[in-house]
Every structure is written in structure tokens, then in C-alpha cells.
């Protein structure tokens, strides 16, 4: 498992991050075991959001693992708040960002997170009750470090105008099909759809200000249109190329999936969303593959994508 320093923090995470939106579709023994698991390889950054299951994903995670103060000392927890489910609208304020928390805190039977995320972007954000809230949260010791989750750079210097803590973290939908975030940068001043910048350069930006990009459903197509990998009839030439690789390096193509990420330099973690123990092994044997810049550049190809 390769490890990386996340900027502007004392943490040392694990690239690969075990995502639990689904978990609540396990048993409580079955939520152990894939817990147990990621940690048995090397995992030690786990994901949540308040809007998984509506809450009962982070109680079934604190409760499965059995929640206390040595295992939480060896894990990385991060959350995220600001989608109201219950009216279907997204909320940065103040008031709902703290009552987030405490909720978390409480389903997740712990004193602190590590990291909290703004999930999604608040169009009528009042960026000056963020940073109050952030204040509110850090003082009291309930969280340590911020970051957000789909942000383009432009919100993300709205926010950071206003908060004294540094954001750290910025969550994007990452894989070797749904790679928006490196195509504009590849076909720069083309006439092409692919050429089209539609998130302000937002991998350049991160890379930039020392925030960590996290890819969100790596082996999705599209916006969970579905699993890439195995899918034959859509995705031919990517399975073939991502399979001869996984033969040449000894692993399944889950290993590939995840190398053709962690092999980016701006030191990308994985968020894992399998409910599946045995894709969890198979992922972690891509946190560190050094796939060739042949090897990357073949993949991303594969998946339709143009290297003018």
C-alpha cells in the first residue's frame, strides 16, 4: 500500500480510501468483514456522508466495527454534509452545517472527524456562515481539517476568501472513463468537444494549492450509468487494453483500474464504494503499480479519448 502526506495536515493516508455509501446493504458481520479487510490491507481512510442510507451507514460502520478509542486511533474519518435529502436541496448554512456534525459525530461514535466535506455546492451559499461554522467546529475540537466535494476552483476561493482553515481536500468523479478532469488539459486550443474546459482546470488548480484530489466512483461510466469494467459491448478496446495489462503485471483489472489513477503525480486517492470484500484486495494491488507513461496514455485512449 503506497502512502501519501495529505498537505497542510499531519495525516499520512493511504491512496486507496474505503467509501461506505452502500455498506448499509451488508449484514452487520458482513460491514465487519469488509471493514476488517481494508484494514488487513493497508487502509486507513474511511469515507462517509450524512445522506448515506440517511444516516444509517455511519451508525452501521461505528456499530460493526465496535467503535472505540484504539481502533478510532488507527483510522482516518471523513465526512461530508450539506444535501438535504428530506427536501432535496443542498444547504451550507450555518446553522445546518454544526446540527450536520453533531449527527455525524454521534452515528459514528466519536469525539472528532479528521476531515469534514461540504458535499455539494451551495448556489446560495453565505460563505461568511461556513467560516463561522468551520471556527465553531475547530475550536471545539470536533473536526480538524475541511475540505469540499465537487467544487470548481472559482467556489473554492469563495470559501477560502472568507475561512482561515485551509481546504484541503476536493472530491471529483475520477476514472479511465469519466476522465473530464484531465481532457481539456490534454486537447488545450483544439476544436474539439474535448477541448472544452468545464470545470475551470480544476485538476490544475488542486495541484496548484496543495489540495488533494480524491476520485469518486473510479470504474463508473458516465453518472453511475454503471460499471466500465467487464462491459464488453460499450467499453470493448478499454477491457482489452486494461486486461493485457493486467496479465503483463500478474493482477485483475480492478488492480489496472485503480493504477491508471494512482499513477497520476498529483497523488490521487481512490475512493472504493465495493460492498465486496475480495474487490477491495484486488484494488489495493493497484495503489502503487508504476504503469508506464505508454501504458497510461494506451488506457486513456482505449477509453475514446483523443492525444492530438
Not at 111 to 116: C, E, G, K, Q, V
Not at 154 to 166: F, G, H, N, R, S
Request: aromatic fraction near 8%; hydrophobic fraction near 35%.
Amino acid at each position: 500500500m503506497k502512502y501519501l502526506n495529505i498537505s497542510n495536515t499531519e495525516l499520512k493516508s493511504s491512496n486507496i480510501i474505503m467509501g461506505n455509501m452502500r455498506i448499509n446493504e451488508l449484514s452487520l458481520d458482513g460491514a465487519e468483514k469488509l471493514i476488517r479487510t481494508a484494514m488487513d490491507e493497508g487502509i486507513n481512510f474511511f469515507d462517509h456522508a450524512d445522506i448515506y442510507g440517511s444516516g444509517e451507514c455511519e451508525e452501521m460502520f461505528s456499530t460493526a466495527i465496535k467503535m472505540n478509542s484504539d481502533i478510532r486511533e488507527k483510522m482516518i474519518l471523513q465526512s461530508k454534509c450539506g444535501i438535504n435529502t428530506k427536501g432535496n436541496y443542498y444547504d451550507l448554512s450555518k446553522d445546518y452545517i454544526l446540527n450536520s456534525v453533531d449527527g455525524i459525530l454521534s452515528r459514528l461514535k466519536t469525539d472528532y472527524l479528521d476531515i469534514l466535506l461540504l458535499h455539494r455546492p451551495d448556489t446560495l451559499v453565505e460563505p461568511e456562515e461556513v467560516a463561522e461554522a468551520f471556527s465553531k467546529l475547530k475550536e471545539s475540537g470536533k473536526v480538524k481539517h475541511f475540505g469540499v466535494s465537487n467544487h470548481n476552483p472559482a467556489q473554492i476561493e469563495l470559501l477560502q476568501k472568507y475561512t482561515d482553515e485551509k481546504l484541503i481536500i476536493n472530491q471529483l468523479q475520477f476514472g479511465a472513463a469519466h476522465t473530464n478532469i484531465v481532457d481539456s488539459g490534454i486537447a488545450v486550443n483544439m476544436d474539439i468537444n474535448q477541448s472544452f474546459d468545464r470545470d475551470g482546470s480544476v485538476l490544475e488548480y488542486c495541484r496548484l494549492k496543495d489540495i488533494t484530489i480524491q476520485a469518486w466512483s473510479p470504474f463508473q461510466h458516465g453518472f453511475f450509468d454503471g460499471v466500465f469494467l467487464g462491459d464488453m459491448e460499450k467499453f470493448p478496446e478499454l477491457n482489452q487494453t486494461i486486461n493485457e495489462l493486467a496479465e503483463k503485471y500478474g493482477v485483475t483489472s480492478t488492480a489496472i483500474a485503480t493504477a491508471w489513477i494512482t499513477r497520476h503525480p498529483a497523488n490521487i486517492q481512490v475512493i472504493l464504494g465495493t460492498t465486496k470484500p475480495s474487490r477491495i484486495i484486488d484494488a489495493c494491488k493497484g495503489s502503487d503499480i508504476p504503469l508506464t507513461r505508454q501504458e497510461w496514455y494506451k488506457i486513456y485512449k482505449a477509453a475514446g479519448n483523443m492525444v492530438p
